[in-house]
C-alpha cells in the first residue's frame, strides 16, 4: 500500500515521462519549433491537483497518440525504436501502477508533492 | 520625589529585584475589577530591612496566620490589615475580600508543603511575624495610619519603613496620591544553592543612595555594621564542576582561579569581624556561590545571606560583598573605539546647543560602572546602569530629561531587554523629508512600496532607545546608519544563555528587513542600490557567525529543510526573472518567490502550495527549454536556474514540509534566501 506522499510523488514521476514521451515525438520528427509550451504532464498537471481520478483519465487521453507513435516505432523496429519502447514501457507500468491505487485524499501536501516531484 | 520613588521601584521591579514599592500615583483600581491578583503574581518581593529574624523560630502555624494582607482604597491612608485566613470559612474569606471590592487585596494561602520552603527563605510576612510577635499579637492586627502614629516601640523595621513611607506620603496627600502599600510572595526553589546572590546590586546602591538623601532610610552597611540583605532572583542553573578556590585573609576573601594564580575577584567581608567567625558550612556556601558566580561570569557586587538549615543554632549573619577586580566593560570604556564610548559620543554629538564635558560623563559612567549609579535630577542627563537579570551583562543607558512615565516604561524595556518589545508600525513615505532628487519624492510618495528607510528608522529608534538614547530625534541624513547588528551582537557575543534569545530577536525583526532587501536586490530597485545602504547585507554574515556559535555549522544546515525552502525560493525568483528576459519583457511584475517568502515564515507548506501553483507557467517553460535545448545540442546552458532549483527539490525529496517553524528554522530560511546564488 502507498503512502500518500509516495502516492503524490508518483504521480509527479509519471507526469515527468509523459512529458518525456511527448517531447520524443517532436525529436524523432526534428520539429522543434513546433513543440508547444505547455507539454502534456504539465498540462494535466493542474487536473491532477484537483483531481487525480480526473487527471489521470485526462493524460490518458492527452497522451494516447504519443504512446501509439512509441508502440508504432517498437513495431517497425526502427533504428530508435529500443529508446522509444523503454520509454513506453517506463510510462506505461507506472501509470498501471498509479490506476490501481488512485483513491487518494487530496489535500495540500498531496499537491505539494505532485508538484515538487514534477519539477525535479 | 514621587516620582523619583516610582520610577525607582519601578525599576527595581522590572529587573527582578525583590522589591516593590509600586506607587500608583494616578490609576486607582475600579471597583471590583481584578482585586485579586492571579497566582502568577504573587512574587516575593519587598526584603529591606535591618534586623533579620531568624525565621525558624516562627512557629509553622504563625505562618498560616497574618498572611492576609490587603490595602484599602477607600481610606485616604494605607492601610495594611493582617489577618488568618484558615480561622475563617470559605464564604468569610470571600466577604472578607469583597468587603474592600475597591481595595487591592493580596492574599497567599501557604501550603502546608511550601512552608518549610518558606522557612529557609526571609520575606516580608517573617518581618510581619517576627513584629507581631515581638507585640505579642496573636490576633488579627490592623495597622491603620493611627496605630502607626501611636506606636512605641520603633526599633523594629517595619515601624520604621511604614512610619517613613506613611511620612512621606502624607505630604502628598494633598495632591491625592496614595500609596498601596502590598506584599506578595513567591516560592523559588533555592533548595540547591541555599544562599541568594544578588546581581542587581547597582540599582540597589541607587535605592539606597536616593533613600539615604531623603533620610528615609538608613541603610549604611560599612560604617553601624547592620546587615542589609537583599534577596534577588538568581538564576539558578547546574553548577560546574570547576569553580574557583576562596582563600581568607583576615578580613578578606580572595577567589581564585584554577588556571590562572592571580585573583580575578576580590570578595570583601563586611559583616563580621573577624573571617574566623564564619564557619565552615558558611564558607563552604560562599564557595557554592562563588562557584556559581564565577562560572556565570557576574560582575558587579553581591550580597550573600546564609543561615543554618537546622535552625537549631541560631548563626550570624554573613554578609560578603564580591568586588570584581577588573570588569569587561572598564575594559571597553578605556578602549576609544569601544560601543560605549561610540554610543556616548554619538549622544552628545547629536545635541550640539549642550556643552558637555566629556571628561566629566566619562567619570560619571565609570563610577556607574563600578556599582554607585550616577541618578541626577538636576543636570540634564540622566545615568542609569542596568544590569539584566541572569547571566547578561550590565548595560548603561543615558537619556536626556525624560518624562517620568517614559522613563519607567522604558526602564522595562532596558531591564528585561527584548522581551517586552511590542509591535512596531511601518509607515509608508516620510512626507516631511524633502529631497531634491524627483526619485526620491516618487519614491516617498508611493503608497505601496515599504518604506525601507522608515522601517529602519522605527526598528533603529526602538534599537537607540534600548540601547540608551531616549527622547532624541535621530538625524535624518544621508549618512543615516542602519541597525548595528554587529553591535548588538557583540553585546550578546559569550553569552550562550542569550543565543537563544538573539536568534528570536533575528527571526523577529532582522528577518525580514533582510528579505525586504534581498527582495528589493531581486526586483533591482535602483534607489537601493545607490548609496551606503549594503550595510544592512551585513546581516547574514552576523547570522552566520550567530549560528556558528549555537553550535550550527555551515555543513549542517546547508541541507536542511529550512535553508534549502529559502533556497528555492530565490530560485523560483530567478527563473522567473529568466523567462521573463527570454521572453523580451522589459517590466516585471512583483517577482513570485518574493511574493510569498513572507508567507514560508508562517506557514511553509502553504506558502510552498502557492509557490508551486503559481510559477507552473514559468517553471514548465524554463523545463521544456532546457529538455529542447538538451535534445538539439547535447548541453543544457541556458535556464541553469532551474537546474539549480530542480536540485533542491532533490534534496528536498527527502524531507517533510514542516507546518510550523522555529526561530532557527526561519532565520536557515532567511540565510538560504539570501545566500542562494
Known amino acids: ?120 | 520625589m514621587l516620582n523619583e520613588f516610582m520610577a525607582i521601584s519601578k525599576e527595581m521591579r522590572s529587573i527582578g529585584l525583590g522589591s516593590d514599592l509600586l506607587l500608583h500615583s494616578m490609576i486607582q483600581p475600579s471597583p471590583g475589577s481584578n482585586s485579586l491578583l492571579k497566582k502568577e503574581d504573587y512574587r516575593f518581593k519587598i526584603l529591606l530591612y535591618k534586623n533579620r529574624v531568624d525565621v525558624s523560630q516562627i512557629d509553622h502555624d504563625t505562618w498560616s496566620k497574618y498572611m492576609y494582607i490587603y490595602q484599602d482604597s477607600k481610606n485616604q491612608f494605607p492601610i495594611i490589615k493582617i489577618t488568618n485566613p484558615y480561622e475563617m470559612n470559605e464564604n468569610q474569606q470571600k466577604k472578607f475580600i469583597d468587603s474592600d471590592s475597591g481595595g487591592l487585596c493580596f492574599s497567599k494561602m501557604l501550603d502546608k508543603k511550601n512552608k518549610e520552603i518558606l522557612r529557609k527563605f526571609s520575606s516580608v510576612a517573617d518581618l510581619f511575624c517576627s513584629f507581631l510577635i515581638r507585640n505579642k499579637k496573636t490576633e488579627p492586627f490592623f495597622i491603620t495610619t493611627e496605630r502607626l502614629n501611636n506606636l512605641k516601640e520603633k526599633d523594629g523595621f517595619l515601624e520604621d519603613l511604614l512610619t517613613k513611607i506613611y511620612c512621606l506620603f502624607s505630604k502628598e496627600h494633598k495632591s491625592k496620591f496614595w500609596l498601596p502599600f502590598y506584599i506578595t510572595f513567591d516560592i523559588p526553589d533555592y533548595s540547591e544553592l541555599g544562599v541568594y546572590p544578588l546581581n542587581h546590586s547597582s540599582t540597589f546602591e541607587a535605592i539606597s543612595d536616593a533613600l539615604n538623601k531623603k533620610d528615609l532610610l538608613n541603610l549604611s552597611t560599612n560604617k553601624t555594621g547592620t546587615n542589609v540583605d537583599i534577596f534577588g532572583n538568581p538564576c539558578i542553573e547546574s553548577v560546574a564542576h570547576k569553580f574557583p578556590k576562596l582563600s581568607v585573609k583576615g578580613n578578606k576573601f580572595f577567589l581564585y582561579s584554577r588556571n590562572q594564580q592571580t585573583p580575578c575577584y576580590k570578595a570583601y567581608n563586611v559583616n563580621a569581624q573577624n573571617a574566623c567567625m564564619i564557619s565552615e558550612e558558611s564558607k563552604q556556601m560562599i564557595t557554592k556561590t562563588a562557584k556559581f558566580l564565577f562560572q556565570n561570569k557576574f560582575e558587579g557586587i553581591y550580597w550573600f545571606i546564609h543561615t543554618n538549615k537546622s535552625g537549631k543554632k541560631q548563626e550570624k549573619i554573613v554578609t560578603v560583598v564580591f568586588v570584581p577586580v577588573e570588569t569587561e566593560l572598564q575594559k571597553k570604556l578605556s578602549d576609544s573605539k569601544s560601543f560605549l564610548c561610540r554610543g556616548i559620543a554619538k549622544k552628545y554629538g547629536e545635541s550640539p546647543n549642550k556643552e558637555i564635558n566629556v571628561s566629566q560623563e566619562s567619570k560619571d559612567v565609570i563610577l556607574a560602572l563600578k556599582g554607585s549609579i550616577a541618578y541626577k535630577e538636576n543636570k540634564n542627563s540622566y545615568i542609569f546602569s542596568f544590569s539584566i537579570p541572569g547571566n547578561g551583562p550590565s548595560r548603561m543607558v543615558y537619556t536626556s530629561v525624560v518624562p517620568m512615565h517614559e522613563l519607567v516604561e522604558s526602564s522595562e524595556r532596558w531591564s528585561l531587554g527584548w522581551e517586552n518589545y511590542d509591535s512596531f508600525f511601518i509607515k509608508n513615505g516620510d512626507k516631511k523629508d524633502k529631497s531634491k532628487d524627483v526619485k526620491n519624492k516618487e519614491y516617498y510618495n508611493s503608497s505601496k512600496s515599504i518604506d525601507i528607510e522608515n522601517f529602519c528608522r522605527v526598528i533603529n529608534k526602538r534599537w537607540n532607545r534600548r540601547a540608551g538614547v531616549v527622547g532624541n530625534k535621530i538625524e535624518k541624513d544621508n549618512t543615516f546608519d542602519f541597525i548595528h547588528i554587529e553591535d548588538v551582537f557583540n553585546i550578546f557575543r559569550g553569552n550562550k544563555q542569550y543565543l537563544n534569545k538573539t536568534s528570536e530577536i533575528l527571526a523577529y525583526n532582522h528577518i525580514y528587513l533582510l528579505i525586504d532587501v534581498v527582495n528589493r536586490l531581486h526586483n533591482k530597485d535602483s534607489l537601493f542600490l545607490n548609496g551606503t545602504r549594503f550595510d544592512i547585507l551585513k546581516i547574514p554574515i552576523v547570522i552566520s557567525e550567530l549560528l556558528y556559535q549555537m553550535g550550527i555549522y555551515k555543513e549542517s544546515y546547508n541541507e536542511s529543510a529550512s535553508y534549502l525552502l529559502g533556497s528555492l525560493f530565490a530560485f523560483a525568483n530567478k527563473v522567473q526573472k529568466d523567462v521573463l528576459v527570454a521572453n523580451e519583457k522589459t517590466k516585471f511584475p512583483r517577482l513570485i518567490g518574493s511574493e510569498y517568502i513572507y508567507t514560508l515564515l508562517e506557514n511553509p507548506v502553504k506558502a510552498v502550495n502557492l509557490l508551486m501553483r503559481h510559477s507552473i507557467v514559468y517553471l514548465s517553460e524554463a523545463k521544456i527549454c532546457r529538455m529542447k535545448e538538451y535534445a538539439t545540442n547535447g548541453k543544457c546552458e541556458t535556464h541553469y536556474n532551474y537546474f539549480c532549483l530542480s536540485k533542491t527539490l532533490e534534496k528536498l525529496k527527502n524531507f517533510d514540509i514542516p507546518n510550523k517553524l522555529e526561530n532557527i528554522d526561519k532565520i536557515l530560511i532567511a540565510l538560504g534566501y539570501f545566500l542562494s546564488k
Not at chain 1, 16 to 43: A, V
Not at chain 1, 98 to 109: R, T
Request: charged share 30%.
Open chain 1, 1 to 120: 500500500m502507498l503512502n500518500n506522499v509516495e502516492f503524490a510523488k508518483k504521480i509527479g514521476l509519471l507526469l515527468k515521462l509523459s512529458d518525456e514521451l511527448h517531447l520524443f515525438y517532436y525529436e524523432s520528427y526534428k520539429r522543434f519549433s513546433m513543440i508547444p509550451k505547455m507539454l502534456c504532464g504539465g498540462d494535466s498537471l493542474n487536473i491532477f491537483i484537483s483531481n487525480p481520478k480526473k487527471g489521470l483519465k485526462y493524460l490518458k487521453e492527452r497522451s494516447i497518440p504519443f504512446v501509439n507513435f512509441c508502440d508504432a516505432k517498437r513495431k517497425q523496429q526502427t533504428d530508435d525504436w529500443k529508446v522509444a519502447y523503454g520509454k513506453l514501457k517506463r510510462f506505461l507500468d507506472l501509470f498501471d501502477e498509479v490506476e490501481q491505487v488512485i483513491d487518494y485524499n487530496v489535500d495540500i501536501v498531496f499537491e505539494n508533492n505532485v508538484m515538487l516531484s514534477y519539477f525535479n
